[in-house]
Antibody
């Protein structure tokens, strides 16, 4: 049974870079498109972007200038970097996997538990 | 970008009642790539419906999805105590993937 686990600092200073990692266990990171989704406190969900196991990416235009998502197949991990953060980036960050392998257009059936990241000085 | 609007914002119902949640898209959702998720406080979203009407694995048959194009509906035929939660729709047919603002189903 595939499980996802987010990890990284819970507190980031304004203007710095947020860095998170999602570790995939119980299955291979290969042949799937892996996404990051975030949720500010008390608000809705926002898709950040995805990375394919080959390294190709697709980002939400609203964050594209600040986002990098990468994959490390040797570690079965993928990562999120968000630069120049502000308090508006305070959110729970989730990693997620779609239903179907090799499909970039699919619903997310496996989610990590989420990690809260606060942006504050 | 496809904007999703959900209504109502809050639905107050009693256990055993029927819940009907609406999701409207600003433009047609490609291939009816529309999903519904349930989220409870402190938990990650849980996939209920994909492809507008297909139930995800392990989802009870009291949950059903319907619709096409720009108008979609999630129906919970008889509310169980564990169904009181927030429900989000999401389109994944075009980029960026977008979510609706959610409908909260609470106990009347």
């Amino acid at each position: 049974q595939v499980q996802l686990q987010e990890s990284g600092p819970g507190l980031v200073k304004p203007s710095e870079t947020l860095s998170l990692t999602c570790t995939v266990s119980g299955g291979s990171i290969s042949t799937y498109y892996w996404s990051w989704v975030r949720q500010p406190p008390g608000k809705g969900l926002e898709w950040i972007g995805y990375v394919y196991y080959s390294g190709s990416t697709n980002y939400n235009p609203s964050l594209k200038s600040r986002v990098t998502i990468s994959v490390d197949t040797s570690k079965n991990q993928f990562s999120l970097r968000l630069s120049s953060v502000t308090t508006a980036d305070t959110a729970v960050y989730y990693c997620a996997r779609p239903l179907t392998y090799r499909s970039s257009s699919d619903a997310f059936d496996i989610w990590g538990r989420g990690t809260m990241v606060s942006v504050s000085s | 970008e496809i904007v999703l609007t959900q209504s109502p914002g809050t639905l107050s119902l009693s256990p055993g009642e029927r819940a009907t949640l609406s999701c409207r898209a600003s433009q047609s959702v490609s291939s009816n790539y529309l999903a519904w998720y349930q989220q409870k406080p402190g938990q990650a979203p849980r996939l209920l419906i994909y492809g507008a009407s297909s139930r995800a694995t392990g989802i009870p048959d009291r949950f059903s999805g319907s619709g096409s194009g720009t108008d979609f509906t999630l129906t919970i035929s008889r509310l169980e105590p564990e169904d009181f939660a927030v429900y989000y729709c999401q389109q994944y047919g075009s980029s960026p993937r977008t979510f609706g603002p959610g409908t909260k189903v609470d106990i009347k």
